[in-house]
Each structure stands twice: as C-alpha cells, then as structure tokens.
C-alpha cells in the first residue's frame, strides 16, 4: 500500500515557478504511475500530467503543456512537478495520486487511481 505526502505549495506571482513534490512511502513504488490532479474552489477535480512507473512515458493536459514538468526519481520514491509560468488560473489544491501500472497507457481519469495524498496548496497572484 502506498501512502503519498505532497509538498512544496506555496503562494507565488504570475509568472513564477513552483516544484511540488510527492513522496511515497511504499516499497513498491517504481510499480505504479503517478498522476498529478487539482482542484480549484467550486470546480471539479482536474487532470494535470501523468508519469509511467519507468518515468519514460509522460502526459499533460493541454492547459499546462509547455509549462509544467513531471518527474519522478524512484531510488528516492518520489515524483515531481516543476511548474513553471505559472498563471492565477493555475491556482488549485495540487493532488497527487498513483495506481498500479499493468499497461503502457497513462491514465487521466482520476477514478483509476487508488492512493491520494492530502493535497497541497498553490495560489498564483496577479
């Protein structure tokens, strides 16, 4: 079983950069792919990117291709999201959440997912 930790949120102006981090404490973490999701105030749970358990395979939504970067070290369990240009539109709870990878096909559908973190929190000012 995993159990994930996000950190590294944080308020910063348009235009700035964040890395999120999210640390796994299972032993079997280079088995699953990681996806990273948010959530803005009044809004549904969106998709952000994803990464294959290899760290060879990656996918973005369209709203943050170019700017976002998912990576993942599995020596240290832990997968990474460098944000950056970032926008206030980009301010959201940022997820992270895993599954046990069979297929080479990423998934962006949340409810494939079964390990979440508590989410951290990123606000982008103007």
């Known amino acids: 079983q995993e159990q994930l930790v996000e950190s590294g949120g944080g308020l910063v102006q348009a235009g700035g950069s964040l890395r999120l981090s999210c640390a796994a404490s299972g032993r079997t973490f280079s088995n699953y792919a990681v996806g990273w999701f948010r959530q803005a105030p009044g809004k549904e749970r969106d998709f952000v990117a994803a990464i294959s358990r290899s760290g060879s395979n990656t996918a973005y939504a369209d709203s943050v291709k170019g700017r976002f970067t998912i990576s993942r070290d599995n020596a240290k369990n832990t997968v990474y999201l460098q944000m950056n240009s970032l926008k206030p539109e980009d301010t959201a709870i940022y997820y992270c959440?895993?599954?046990?990878?069979?297929?080479?096909?990423?998934?962006?559908?949340?409810?494939?997912?079964?390990?979440w973190g508590q989410g951290t929190q990123v606000t982008v000012s103007s």
């Open positions: 959440a895993a599954y046990l990878q069979i297929t080479n096909l990423l998934k962006a559908g949340g409810f494939a997912y079964d390990y």
